[in-house]
């Protein structure tokens, strides 16, 4: 059987090296996934995922399982993923000063057309793109905090106690936070809401 | 049950998270009114289009950058170590003071080393170790000492 998290926690703290690595392997993908829908760069996602697992690592010998795992670990990726989103913000109000374009197309945007250009179905390929696109945009345009609320809640699969846990709020103002973002996103993905009943 | 009692269940309702009595409560409460109904088909909608976002994989060369990084970190870090980090401080502070004292100024008023005094605070604050291999550093706030003679 696989050992918990919590057990490869404590078998980090006792020196285990390859503990610390099957959680890397347990947690990159959910962690990076998290972070970039949060950060909105890949590369950016990544560097501040590498220093989640470093602050796990850096804490082992204090490590006292005392919350679930996940809880901790999605505390220390999302207080990371609020404070880079702020510092952007501040740096991309500096840019666009300057520089009003493309500061928020990132891959995919850009690939759209050139795919469509070599695609033979290309109407069903655009729909698709320009589908996907809509989604991603939406979740993206929400505040950072029903963001990381809708994230957490809806891919990591968390229960209510540990998402508020992880954004240091009660459950009733996580639920509230909840209730706002679908509010949002029933609105802001309108046309495709009314699609899907059909 | 009100619609806005409704607000916090809603979610829980569409994946499947209340409890027994509360998805009874709310099902009373749907049966009886069109606008909660149409929220929750719109938000299971929502819900399910948050399905198609598509996972990205990590980097191939993501493990081995995390593996780095943890080989880069000091060997060990015991708690007294941190002592050296305000001493140094302490003494760049000196030096500063040292060099606005001696500077051009014949009569330097003491407010010059209380007004400076903040700023070596928040010196200390922001040092660590990088401070200690850089420790002439701080000397050359000599010239924003002299060039800003205000006081
Ligand atoms: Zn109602």
């Known amino acids: 059987m696989a050992r918990s998290d919590v057990q490869l926690m404590l078998d980090v703290k006792a020196g285990d090296e390859q503990s610390f690595t099957l959680l890397l392997h347990r947690y990159r993908t959910p962690l990076v996934n998290f972070l970039y829908r949060m950060v909105r760069n890949r590369e950016q996602a990544e560097d501040l995922a590498q220093e989640v697992f470093l602050r796990v690592y850096k804490a082992r010998e204090d490590y006292v399982p005392s919350a679930k795992f996940t809880t901790w670990l999605f505390r220390i990726a999302t207080n990371l993923a609020l404070n880079s989103v702020r510092d952007t913000r501040y740096q991309r109000m500096e840019i666009s000063l300057d520089a009003p374009v493309t500061v928020d197309a990132e891959e995919g945007d850009e690939k759209t057309l050139d795919v469509a250009e070599k695609n033979p179905n290309i109407e069903q390929h655009l729909v698709e793109e320009t589908r996907k696109k809509m989604i991603r945009h939406a979740i993206e345009k929400l505040p950072e905090k029903q963001r990381a609320a809708v994230l957490l809640h809806k891919y990591q699969e968390l229960d209510y106690g540990e998402i508020s846990k992880i954004l240091q709020c009660s459950e009733s103002a996580l639920k509230s936070l909840l209730f706002r973002a679908y509010e949002t996103l029933r609105v802001e993905l309108a046309p495709l809401v009314a699609q899907h009943g059909k | 049950m009100s619609c806005s009692r409704m607000e916090n269940k809603i979610l829980g309702y569409v994946d499947g998270r209340l409890k027994e009595s509360e998805r009874l409560e709310v099902e009373k409460h749907l049966a009886t009114c069109a606008a909660c109904r149409l929220r929750v088909n719109e938000f299971r909608a929502v819900s399910s289009l948050l399905d ?65 005094i903040p700023v070596l605070e928040n010196l200390d604050v922001l040092s660590n170790f990088d401070v200690l291999t850089e420790l002439p550093q701080p000397v050359q706030a000599d010239d924003g000492g002299q060039a800003n003679p205000q006081m």
């Open chain 2, 52 to 116: 198609e976002l598509p996972v990205i994989e990590p980097s191939p060369a993501f493990d081995l950058r995390v593996h780095a990084r943890v080989a880069a970190l000091p060997v060990k870090q015991s708690w007294w170590a941190w002592f050296p980090a305000p001493r140094v401080a302490i003494a760049a502070a000196m030096l500063l003071l040292a060099t606005v004292w001696v500077g051009t100024r014949p009569n330097p008023a003491p407010q010059i080393a209380q007004d400076d």
